[in-house]
C-alpha cells in the first residue's frame, strides 16, 4: 500500500499542485515542485527498494527482515522525532505568537483527517476487507505526506513563510490524530473479517 500510495504520489503531486496553485492565481514554479517530488517522493522508494535488493542479495532474507528491520525501526523513530523537533524550534516562537491562526488552520485539518480515515475505514468494511487492509488503507488515505508538504512549502516561498507556518502546524495536529486513530483502528479489530 505504501508503495502504491508512493507512486501515486510521484505522478499525481506536482499536477495536483500547479493546478492549486493555478487556481490560487499564483506562479507555479515547476521547477522547485518537481526537484521536491524527486527528493521527497521519488528517492526515498528507490533508494529503499534498492537496498532492499542488495541487502537480501549479500546477506539472504532471513537476516534482511529479522536484524536489518529490526536495527532500522529505531532509527527511522528517531529521524522522526529529530525533524519535528527542528521544525518546532524554527517555528515555536510565531506558533505560540500567533494561537488563533494556528487554530484556524487545524481545525479543518483535524475534520478532513478524521472525514478521509472514516470514508476509507467504513469503505473498508463494507467490501469486506480484512483488518490488516482496512486499516492501513484507511491511515494511509487520512496522512496528510507533511514532509513532502513542508519541503515544498520551503522552497517555494521560503522558510519564513506562513505557507511553510501551515505545514509545521500540520505536523502539530496530525502526528497525534494519526496515533489517536491508531488506537481507534486497534479497538476495532473486531469490526473487520480475519485475515484469509
Same mark, same amino acid.
Given at each position: 500500500?505504501?508503495?502504491?500510495?508512493?507512486?501515486?504520489?510521484?505522478?499525481?503531486?506536482?499536477?495536483?499542485?500547479?493546478?492549486?496553485?493555478?487556481?490560487?492565481?499564483?506562479?507555479?514554479?515547476?521547477?522547485?515542485?518537481?526537484?521536491?517530488?524527486?527528493?521527497?517522493?521519488?528517492?526515498?522508494?528507490?533508494?529503499?527498494?534498492?537496498?532492499?535488493?542488495?541487502?537480501?542479495?549479500?546477506?539472504?532474507?532471513?537476516?534482511?527482515?529479522?536484524?536489518?528491520?529490526?536495527?532500522?525501526?529505531?532509527?527511522?523513530?528517531?529521524?522522526?522525532?529529530?525533524?519535528?523537533?527542528?521544525?518546532?524550534?524554527?517555528?515555536?516562537?510565531?506558533?505560540?505568537?500567533?494561537?488563533?491562526? *494556528?487554530?484556524?488552520?487545524?481545525?479543518?485539518?483535524? *475534520?478532513?483527517?478524521?472525514? *478521509?480515515?472514516?470514508?476509507?475505514? *467504513?469503505?473498508?468494511?463494507?467490501?469486506?476487507?480484512?483488518?490488516?487492509?482496512?486499516?492501513?488503507?484507511?491511515?494511509?488515505?487520512?496522512?496528510?505526506?507533511?514532509?513532502?508538504?513542508?519541503?515544498?512549502?520551503?522552497?517555494?516561498?521560503?522558510?519564513?513563510?506562513?505557507?511553510?507556518?501551515?505545514?509545521?502546524?500540520?505536523?502539530?495536529?496530525?502526528?497525534?490524530?494519526?496515533?489517536?486513530?491508531?488506537?481507534?483502528?486497534?479497538?476495532?479489530?473486531?469490526?473487520?473479517?480475519?485475515?484469509?
Amino acid at each position: 500500500m505504501v508503495a502504491v500510495n508512493s507512486l501515486t504520489m510521484l505522478v499525481l503531486y506536482g499536477v495536483l499542485g500547479g493546478y492549486l496553485l493555478g487556481v490560487g492565481q499564483l506562479p507555479v514554479p515547476w521547477q522547485a515542485m518537481l526537484l521536491s517530488i524527486a527528493i521527497y517522493v521519488a528517492l526515498p522508494p528507490v533508494a529503499g527498494f534498492a537496498s532492499r535488493k542488495l541487502i537480501i542479495r549479500s546477506k539472504g532474507e532471513e537476516w534482511f527482515k529479522e536484524k536489518f528491520l529490526h536495527f532500522l525501526t529505531p532509527i527511522t523513530i528517531i529521524a522522526l522525532l529529530t525533524t519535528l523537533v527542528l521544525l518546532f524550534s524554527f517555528k515555536g516562537e510565531v506558533i505560540a505568537a500567533n494561537p488563533l491562526t *494556528i487554530f484556524y488552520i487545524a481545525v479543518p485539518l483535524f *475534520i478532513q483527517t478524521i472525514m *478521509i480515515f472514516a470514508l476509507g475505514y *467504513i469503505a473498508a468494511r463494507f467490501l469486506g476487507l480484512s483488518y490488516d487492509m482496512a486499516a492501513p488503507a484507511a491511515m494511509i488515505g487520512a496522512s496528510n505526506h507533511f514532509e513532502v508538504a513542508i519541503a515544498t512549502a520551503v522552497m517555494i516561498f521560503g522558510l519564513s513563510s506562513e505557507a511553510a507556518l501551515a505545514t509545521v502546524v500540520s505536523v502539530l495536529i496530525e502526528v497525534p490524530v494519526m496515533l489517536m486513530l491508531v488506537k481507534f483502528c486497534l479497538k476495532t479489530q473486531s469490526w473487520f473479517a480475519t485475515k484469509p
